[in-house]
């Protein structure tokens, strides 16, 4: 049984004293991982930095990532295994978006 693709929104925080490059990287690596892996309507934006309401390791701002993208689970829990021990990530999270909550 093939799996059924579903879209999702994963927002992830990076160090704020991320250069510019590293920054790029991070981001294009998430992004290959993604088309690697089949997913479709990859939209990636940063957000830019942020104040954060609470430490985060010792971090009182955060540079934000936002990631759109249809997917199955499976690369879900494959980008999410590899933001597990990216030294750069604060923090992640990923949702699936409901379609029918989205066309009221």
């Known amino acids: 049984m093939k799996s059924q693709f579903v879209q999702y929104e994963t927002i992830y925080l990076l160090k704020p004293d991320l250069d510019e490059d590293n920054l790029l990287k991070i981001m294009d690596q998430y992004q290959g991982i ?3 892996r089949g997913a479709t309507n990859v939209l990636i934006e940063n957000r830019g930095r ?3 309401k ?3 390791k010792r971090f009182r701002d955060s540079i934000y990532i936002q990631m759109n ?5 499976d690369v879900v829990g494959l980008i999410e295994k590899s ?3 990216n030294e750069f990530i604060l923090r ?3 949702i699936s978006i409901n379609q029918k909550a989205n066309s009221v």
Not at 69 to 73: I, K, P, W
């Open 83 to 85: 933001m597990k021990i």
């Open 69 to 73: 993208y249809n997917a199955t689970g």
């Open 50 to 52: 942020r104040r954060l």
């Open 54 to 56: 609470y430490q985060i």
């Open 92 to 94: 992640y999270l990923t």
């Open 34 to 36: 993604l088309l690697e």
